[in-house]
């Protein structure tokens, strides 16, 4: 290398309303930054994280503490293009020779519109560790020709066309990734305790909802070894006492999960992971339950068989049933995802919904319009169907969501009016207000795992 960079990794503000139990997601280090940071600082880059949320930072003021920076590389979230957008014309405005590199799931999910109405210089598409480092070697070495080679990437030729570059294959073996350092972050600098935190140990999902975006082609595995390696040093290391597997699918495989249960195990914390309702038998959730898991978020979606398959879903009203038997009779809490307003949705499949909520069997802990993200079926069904009329506009309304909230801007893909869709939500959003509590007293430790 020539010279070392000062790389900063701005992380952005989120206005989003906390689902109850996961507050502490909003604050605690972000997994995917924590890969991409600590893998520029061990290849011997200088490398700080600018993490804005929990801040009353304006724009000017974050471009004002990255003067001194010689790249800087912006996370973009569905909920970020606004301050995105501002930021990198002041960035650009201030000092167009400083290289503003964008990654994160929303640039890798429309590309396109990004790279077209942001002033940045380069984009990271996908998977990012070793394409990044790729990047700022040919940054640093001044070596331009090379960028054309570089997989997984976006970037603007001496015209100012947008080049786009060939797709990186993702990893293969997960258990290359680096333990990840924490301390980079500002609020771990300061204080060391994590009491709450998000792991994952596999990246991808086998399925394909039509209202989920799948940053990743294909599923891939941490084996539960080097998982585990890595988990125990970092609850020593922060005195981590709880933690969500942020696993799209934790039971995706049996043996696996059992592996992941006896390391989980190992390190005395309390945890509760998501995944889908099929594959769940008592035995499996009796070792999990054993192992530390307090309550599993399921991800149910409806309880009307036509609305499920209409979404590509997979999965059928009696493996919910049997999942939300047996988890609560595990001594497990059945923590589950509900969405209104999916293709097909009527006033019966939403009475439905709510008759099963208020069985008291489940705490309805996430409840959400159905909302078109980027990437994903429903987006393009929304496109094609005039409901989203301007990909700009729309990510403006993306930025302005509240999750959770009864208020929140509706992209109605069904036939019901907006009204009956606004009920049901509020009907459910009382029972997850009411039950939440419940939640909050297990991660108080009042409910001991034993």
């Known amino acids: 290398m020539k010279k070392l960079l000062q790389i900063s990794i701005v992380v952005p503000p989120s206005i989003q309303i906390p689902t109850p139990g996961r507050e502490f997601l909003l604050r605690t280090p972000i997994e995917g930054v924590s890969y991409i940071a600590t893998t520029i600082k061990n290849s011997g880059y200088p ?22 920076s010689d790249v800087i590389a912006l996370a973009t979230y569905v909920d970020s293009f606004p301050f995105t957008i ?34 940045a210089d380069y984009a990271v598409i996908g998977e990012g560790e070793m394409t990044v480092l790729e990047l700022l070697d040919a940054i640093v070495n001044n070596n331009y020709d090379r960028i054309k080679n570089i997989e997984g990437i976006a970037y603007r030729d001496t015209d100012g066309k947008t080049i786009y570059t060939q797709r990186r294959k993702e990893m293969e073996d997960l258990d290359c990734l680096p333990n990840v ?41 941490q084996s539960p070894a080097r998982f585990g390696v890595h988990i125990s040093e970092l609850v020593k290391k922060h005195d981590i006492k709880y933690a969500y597997i942020n696993d799209l699918t934790f039971v995706a495989n049996r043996e696996r999960a059992i592996g992941l249960c006896n390391e989980l195990a190992k390190t005395g914390i309390n945890w509760s992971c998501s995944t889908r309702v099929e594959n769940m038998d008592l035995e499996l959730l009796k ?55 999916l293709l097909g949705e009527t006033e019966e499949s939403l009475d439905k919904m709510i008759k099963f909520i208020e069985r008291r069997e489940v705490i309805p802990c996430s409840i959400k319009y159905l ?38 801007e ?41």
């Open 86 to 119: 501002e930021l990198t014309d002041m960035l650009k405005q201030n000092n167009t020779a400083t290289p503003v590199i964008i990654g994160g799931p929303l640039v890798s999910s429309m590309p396109n519109i990004l790279m077209e109405n942001l002033k």
């Open 371 to 408: 909302t078109p993200f980027p990437g994903s079926y429903i987006y393009d069904y929304a496109l094609k169907k005039g409901l989203i009329k301007n990909e700009i506009d729309y990510l403006h309304h993306l930025a302005r969501k509240k999750v959770n909230a009864e208020d929140d």
């Open 410 to 450: 509706i992209v109605n893909c069904t036939d019901l009016p907006d009204q009956v869709l606004r009920d049901a939500f509020r009907r459910i959003r009382k029972i997850t207000l009411e039950r939440s509590a419940e939640l909050n007293r297990i991660r108080a430790g009042k409910d001991v795992v034993s």
């Open 181 to 221: 350092d924490l301390s980079l972050w500002p609020s771990v600098k300061e204080k060391n305790q994590i009491p709450e935190i998000g792991f994952t140990s596999s990246r991808g999902c086998h399925q394909h909802c039509h209202f989920c975006y799948k940053l990743y082609r294909r599923v891939r595995y």
């Open 287 to 341: 070792t999990m339950r054993r192992a530390g898991c307090t309550d599993i978020w399921y991800g149910i979606e409806s309880v009307d068989q036509e609305v499920l398959d209409a979404n590509n879903k997979r999965t059928t009203i009696e493996q919910i049933e049997t999942a939300v038997k047996l988890t609560n009779q595990a001594g497990i809490k059945v923590m589950g995802n509900f969405i209104v307003g």
């Open 47 to 68: 490398v700080r994280i600018v993490d804005c949320r929990g801040t009353n930072w304006s724009v000017p003021d974050v471009a004002d503490k990255l003067k001194s």
